[in-house]
């Protein structure tokens, strides 16, 4: 967009927050938002155009400049290593990144094998450790993998543990906590300054606020 921004939005899980963060930040993001399959939405009394995108290829979008900033998880962006700026912790999303597996199960000594769908972060977290293991990639239902036994550990996400627990498995080590970012593409970041930071400007202060322990909308017009 020329005269405003591209903003990459998250579908799923992360998107309600996110919109309800912007709304806080006194952006009026219509009806379509709440109720509507459309994956391009504008705003233009706003200057601002919205791209849905799968959480995963949020990133990507932003790196090669399909949209000038992006809403994504730490998660994300540690495993897709991205070229884009993290401008923004918005403090969404929270959930975190750990190892779990079977309860009392050494990994195996001959080649252990680790089920993920975050291949990188996995593979540097065992490297790290001194570990060498051979990670298998999955596309979800991570925790199956130590049960049929394809797997000695799992590297997963880990919100409320109701997963794990219902599964019978452990959590070993906790690697890395998460919440959603506000990235941007380097370029825009340099040609629409004026435009990002106001953004990052007014969803600071949200976010600040909500951090600073108030009741969620207790005073919501003095942002
Ligand atoms: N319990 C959770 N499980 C997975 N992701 C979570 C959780 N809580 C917060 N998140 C955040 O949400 C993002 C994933 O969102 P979501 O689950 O909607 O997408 P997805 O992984 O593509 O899901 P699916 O493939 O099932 O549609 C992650 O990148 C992470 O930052
Ligand atoms: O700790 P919890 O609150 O139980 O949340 C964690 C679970 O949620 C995610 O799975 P998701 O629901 O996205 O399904 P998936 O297995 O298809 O990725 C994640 O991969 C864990 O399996």
Known sequence: ???????????????EEAVELLRKAGYKLPQEFD???????????ENLRFILAKPMDVATYVEHGGADVGIAGKDVLLEEERDVYELLDLNISYCYLAV????????????P???TKYPKVAEA??????EQVEIITLNGSIELAPLIGLADRIVDIVSTGRTLKENGLVEYEKIEDVTSRLIVNPVSYRM?????????????????YEMGGLLKNEN????
Do not use: C, H, W
């Open 1 to 15: 967009m020329k005269n405003g921004l591209t903003i990459a939005m998250p579908k799923g899980r992360i998107f």
């Open 113 to 115: 094998r680790v089920a």
């Open 35 to 45: 109720e509507s399959r459309k994956l391009i939405i504008d705003v233009p009394e």
């Open 220 to 223: 919501p017009t003095s942002y």
């Open 192 to 208: 629409k300054d004026v435009f990002i930071d106001e953004l990052v400007a007014r969803l600071q202060e949200v976010v600040s």
């Open 100 to 111: 779990a597996g079977l309860p009392d199960t050494e990994m195996n000594d001959v080649a």
């Open 125 to 130: 977290y065992f490297r790290e450790q001194g």
